[in-house]
């Protein structure tokens, strides 16, 4: 069973541009888990996505940022007009239930996107 | 709110040697999760231990054993002989059960010298 994967791994992104992160959670995994960790900094929760649904968004900046996560296909973070400031890796986690509904709490992470921007 | 500290930056330790890692946390919650990531220069975020707040027996996988101090709200990391493929930066991290955020601490770079 492959784990969470992240494409792509570095990504470099000129300021003004658009940057699109991809993660693939676990097979059977329903639930995607966005975080950001800043250069010297632990990770911090950025949004929570069900298939279809975003249900707390609440970590994540209210301009520029949107977080998708479709029927079909990974989910998508994507950053528009790229500053500086965005520059961070960026990890995916998954779980194959809900919050609540037992697997103790356990997310599995990716790999992480650096995004770099210049 | 539910914070994670880890007061030591930078450790280092000698081959074979033990170290302890710190981590102190802050909750008012009873029921939570308590874990150490591992994150070596590849960036790989790897699950090393995970504490259930309820059960009192401290977790111990292969060299690597935890001290949870419930009412200190303290959970060290404690590494036994000391591999160089354990160098790398190590999370505390905090969940309340049935929640989803994780809340991290700023991490600890060990060093394991040969």
């Known amino acids: 069973n492959a784990g969470v994967m992240q494409n792509p791994r570095h990504l470099v992104r000129r300021r003004g541009q658009e940057a699109r992160l991809r993660c693939s959670p676990m097979?059977?995994?329903?639930?995607v888990y966005w975080y950001r960790q800043l250069p010297e900094e632990g990770l911090k929760f950025m949004v929570y996505?069900?298939?279809?649904?975003?249900?707390?968004e609440s970590g994540m900046p209210k301009e520029r940022f949107s977080a998708e996560f479709p029927k079909e296909g990974p989910s998508i973070l994507r950053i528009q007009q790229v500053v500086r400031g965005d520059s961070a890796a960026y990890f995916c986690?998954?779980?194959?239930?809900?919050?609540?509904?037992?697997?103790?709490?356990?997310?599995?992470f990716g790999p992480g996107t650096r995004l770099t921007v210049l | 709110a539910q914070t994670v500290t880890q007061s030591q930056p930078e450790m280092s330790v000698q081959e074979a040697e033990t170290v302890t890692l710190s981590c102190t946390y802050d909750?008012?919650?009873?029921?939570?999760?308590l874990f150490w990531y591992k994150q070596p220069p590849s960036r790989q975020m790897i699950l090393v231990i995970r504490?259930?707040?309820?059960?009192?027996q401290n977790a111990t996988e292969n060299r690597f054993s935890v001290n949870f101090q419930k009412a200190a709200k303290s959970f060290s990391l404690k590494i036994s002989d000391s591999q160089l493929g354990d160098t790398a930066m190590y999370f505390c991290?905090?969940?309340?059960?049935?929640?989803?955020?994780?809340?991290f601490g700023t991490g600890t770079r060990l060093k394991v010298l040969a």
């Open positions: 991290a905090f969940s309340v059960s049935g929640t989803y955020k994780y809340i």
């Open positions: 986690a998954s779980s194959p239930r809900a919050p609540g509904q037992g697997a103790g709490n356990e997310q599995f």
């Open positions: 996505l069900q298939k279809e649904n975003i249900i707390d």
């Open positions: 504490q259930e707040a309820y059960k009192q």
């Open positions: 909750t008012s919650e009873s029921n939570y999760y």
């Open positions: 097979k059977g995994h329903s639930h």
